[in-house]
Protein backbone atom coordinates (compact mmCIF):
# COMPACT_ATOMS: atom_id res chain seq x y z
CA UNK A 1 0.00 0.00 0.00
CA UNK A 2 3.01 2.62 0.90
CA UNK A 3 4.61 1.68 -2.29
CA UNK A 4 0.99 2.43 -4.24
CA UNK A 5 1.15 5.96 -2.32
CA UNK A 6 4.55 6.42 -3.41
CA UNK A 7 4.20 5.93 -7.12
CA UNK A 8 1.06 7.66 -6.90
CA UNK A 9 2.67 10.73 -5.38
CA UNK A 10 5.77 10.49 -7.49
CA UNK A 11 3.87 10.65 -10.86
CA UNK A 12 1.62 13.75 -9.58
CA UNK A 13 4.82 15.09 -8.81
CA UNK A 14 6.34 14.03 -12.69
CA UNK A 15 3.30 14.89 -14.38
CA UNK A 16 3.35 18.79 -12.52
CA UNK A 17 6.94 19.51 -13.59
CA UNK A 18 6.78 17.54 -16.56
CA UNK A 19 2.92 18.45 -17.91
CA UNK A 20 3.85 20.11 -21.50
CA UNK A 21 5.84 17.55 -22.20
CA UNK A 22 4.40 14.51 -21.11
CA UNK A 23 1.41 15.65 -23.40
CA UNK A 24 3.09 16.62 -26.39
CA UNK A 25 5.25 13.17 -25.78
CA UNK A 26 1.98 11.50 -25.55
CA UNK A 27 0.25 13.18 -28.44
CA UNK A 28 2.60 12.70 -30.99
CA UNK A 29 3.31 9.14 -30.31
CA UNK A 30 -0.99 9.23 -30.92
CA UNK A 31 -0.41 10.61 -34.06
CA UNK A 32 2.41 8.88 -35.48
CA UNK A 33 -0.05 5.50 -34.67
CA UNK A 34 -2.87 7.19 -36.46
CA UNK A 35 -0.56 8.21 -39.37
CA UNK A 36 0.41 4.83 -39.47
CA UNK A 37 -2.78 3.45 -39.83
CA UNK A 38 -3.88 5.94 -42.14
CA UNK A 39 -0.95 5.12 -44.94
CA UNK A 40 -2.14 1.07 -44.65
CA UNK A 41 -5.60 2.68 -46.08
CA UNK A 42 -4.31 4.80 -49.03
CA UNK A 43 -3.99 4.56 -52.41
CA UNK A 44 -0.43 5.77 -54.35
CA UNK A 45 -2.79 8.41 -55.77
CA UNK A 46 -4.05 9.92 -53.17
CA UNK A 47 0.08 10.10 -51.44
CA UNK A 48 2.77 12.89 -52.28
CA UNK A 49 5.73 11.77 -54.60
CA UNK A 50 9.38 12.95 -53.91
CA UNK A 51 12.01 12.07 -56.42
CA UNK A 52 15.47 12.14 -55.06
CA UNK A 53 19.25 11.45 -55.21
CA UNK A 54 20.81 9.26 -52.62
CA UNK A 55 22.32 11.57 -50.89
CA UNK A 56 19.13 14.33 -51.14
CA UNK A 57 16.99 11.72 -49.63
CA UNK A 58 19.51 11.01 -46.73
CA UNK A 59 19.25 14.79 -45.51
CA UNK A 60 15.55 15.25 -46.23
CA UNK A 61 15.08 11.60 -44.06
CA UNK A 62 14.40 12.38 -40.43
CA UNK A 63 14.19 9.08 -39.40
CA UNK A 64 13.33 5.63 -40.95
CA UNK A 65 9.41 6.36 -41.57
CA UNK A 66 9.37 10.54 -41.64
CA UNK A 67 10.99 12.96 -44.24
CA UNK A 68 11.17 16.72 -44.04
CA UNK A 69 10.63 18.71 -47.22
CA UNK A 70 10.35 22.71 -47.22
CA UNK A 71 9.71 22.68 -43.66
CA UNK A 72 6.43 20.33 -43.85
CA UNK A 73 6.79 16.70 -42.23
CA UNK A 74 5.79 13.89 -44.36
CA UNK A 75 5.16 10.08 -43.16
CA UNK A 76 6.54 7.98 -46.08
CA UNK A 77 4.20 5.14 -47.01
CA UNK A 78 7.24 3.32 -49.17
CA UNK A 79 10.09 3.90 -51.31
CA UNK A 80 11.63 2.81 -54.60
CA UNK A 81 14.87 2.78 -55.80
CA UNK A 82 14.81 3.13 -59.51
CA UNK A 83 18.50 3.64 -61.18
CA UNK A 84 19.96 6.36 -59.09
CA UNK A 85 16.44 7.86 -57.81
CA UNK A 86 15.18 7.01 -54.78
CA UNK A 87 10.85 7.64 -55.15
CA UNK A 88 9.08 8.30 -52.01
CA UNK A 89 5.42 8.34 -51.24
CA UNK A 90 4.46 9.83 -48.49
CA UNK A 91 1.53 11.77 -47.00
CA UNK A 92 1.78 15.13 -45.26
CA UNK A 93 1.51 15.13 -41.92
CA UNK A 94 -0.82 18.37 -40.42
CA UNK A 95 -1.22 17.55 -37.19
CA UNK A 96 1.86 16.61 -36.40
CA UNK A 97 3.57 19.92 -37.75
CA UNK A 98 1.19 21.93 -36.05
CA UNK A 99 1.96 20.26 -33.06
CA UNK A 100 5.54 20.81 -33.34
CA UNK A 101 5.28 24.36 -34.40
CA UNK A 102 3.23 24.94 -31.04
CA UNK A 103 6.18 23.69 -28.81
CA UNK A 104 8.87 25.38 -30.44
CA UNK A 105 6.71 28.65 -30.26
CA UNK A 106 6.11 27.77 -26.29
CA UNK A 107 10.17 27.49 -26.12
CA UNK A 108 10.90 30.58 -27.57
CA UNK A 109 8.39 32.54 -25.67
CA UNK A 110 9.98 30.93 -22.59
CA UNK A 111 13.27 31.93 -24.22
CA UNK A 112 12.49 35.93 -24.87
CA UNK A 113 11.45 36.08 -21.32
CA UNK A 114 12.66 39.26 -19.62
CA UNK A 115 11.39 38.93 -16.28
CA UNK A 116 14.12 37.83 -13.59
CA UNK A 117 13.51 34.46 -11.62
CA UNK A 118 12.06 34.92 -8.38
CA UNK A 119 14.16 35.03 -5.32
CA UNK A 120 12.74 32.31 -3.34
CA UNK A 121 13.55 30.22 -6.38
CA UNK A 122 17.21 30.97 -7.17
CA UNK A 123 17.48 30.30 -2.95
CA UNK A 124 16.27 26.98 -3.55
CA UNK A 125 18.45 26.34 -6.38
CA UNK A 126 21.11 27.75 -4.67
CA UNK A 127 20.85 26.16 -1.43
CA UNK A 128 23.56 25.02 0.56
CA UNK A 129 23.74 22.28 3.37
CA UNK A 130 25.14 22.18 6.94
CA UNK A 131 29.41 21.59 6.50
CA UNK A 132 30.70 18.20 8.18
CA UNK A 133 33.25 18.76 10.75
CA UNK A 134 35.72 17.73 8.75
CA UNK A 135 37.63 20.14 5.92
CA UNK A 136 40.34 20.57 3.48
CA UNK A 137 41.57 23.95 4.77
CA UNK A 138 43.08 21.84 7.93
CA UNK A 139 45.02 20.35 5.95
CA UNK A 140 47.50 23.16 5.58
CA UNK A 141 48.26 23.15 9.58
CA UNK A 142 50.08 20.25 10.15
CA UNK A 143 51.85 18.83 6.82
CA UNK A 144 54.15 15.48 7.22
CA UNK A 145 57.54 16.55 6.40
CA UNK A 146 59.46 12.90 5.87
CA UNK A 147 57.29 11.87 2.60
CA UNK A 148 56.81 7.85 2.26
CA UNK A 149 53.90 6.38 0.29
CA UNK A 150 52.52 5.01 3.87
CA UNK A 151 51.75 8.55 4.99
CA UNK A 152 51.14 10.22 1.87
CA UNK A 153 47.91 10.10 -0.80
CA UNK A 154 45.65 12.25 -2.68
CA UNK A 155 42.68 11.85 0.38
CA UNK A 156 44.94 13.19 2.97
CA UNK A 157 43.48 15.61 5.48
CA UNK A 158 43.24 16.18 9.15
CA UNK A 159 39.93 16.80 11.06
CA UNK A 160 39.11 19.54 13.04
CA UNK A 161 37.55 17.54 15.95
CA UNK A 162 40.20 16.35 18.16
CA UNK A 163 40.15 12.74 19.11
CA UNK A 164 42.59 10.88 20.70
CA UNK A 165 44.97 8.25 19.05
CA UNK A 166 43.93 4.79 18.78
CA UNK A 167 44.39 2.07 21.54
CA UNK A 168 46.85 -0.86 20.67
Known sequence: MKRLTTLFFLAVILIQVLGCYV????????????????????????????????????????NSHEIKVGGKMYDIARTEVIVDRVHVYALHDEAEDSLLTLLSEITSRVDKDKKPVPKQLMKLILLKFIKSGLSWSNVITSLIIHHTHYHINEFFFISSIDVPPPRS
Open 23 to 62: YFASRLITLRHEMHQQLKQLQDEELTKFIFTEAEFEKAKV
